[in-house]
């Protein structure tokens, strides 16, 4: 599958964007698909995960609240509802899918997913 995201940007701390990740395939449903993003000097950490095609999903602790994954099969895209937004959420966010559903062992590590998009920039300002 190809990944194209999209909706990253400049916004003030307290604020909101949506990302959009547009996947290409006819099995998109099936996928474990989502968000991770990477700090400079950090590792790449899980955003939010949809889980296969059963609508569980995965956040990472400090996301929980404060962003929403949803997903629309019919358009093929996956979005990210980020709001409260803070300076530490400063990060270029990828959406990652790998087909199946992996466990949440599987999903913490991003070495478990096979297809990525590009990248788009977040930057929060204080």
């Known amino acids: 599958v190809q990944l194209q995201a999209s909706g990253g940007g400049l916004v003030q701390a307290g604020g909101s964007l949506r990302l959009s990740c547009a996947a290409s395939g006819r099995t998109f449903s099936t996928y474990t698909i989502g968000w991770f993003r990477q700090a400079p000097g950090k590792e790449r950490e899980p955003v939010a995960v949809?889980?296969?095609?059963?609508?569980?999903?995965f956040y990472g602790q400090s996301m929980k609240g404060r962003f929403t994954i949803s997903r629309d099969n019919a358009k093929n895209t996956v979005y990210l509802q980020m709001n409260s937004l803070k300076p530490e959420d400063t990060a270029v966010y990828f959406c990652a899918a790998e087909p199946g559903r992996l466990i949440v062992s599987q999903v913490r590590d991003a070495k478990n997913f096979g297809s990525w998009g590009q990248g788009t920039q977040v930057t929060v300002s204080s």
């Open positions: 949809f889980r296969g095609s059963g609508g569980d999903t």
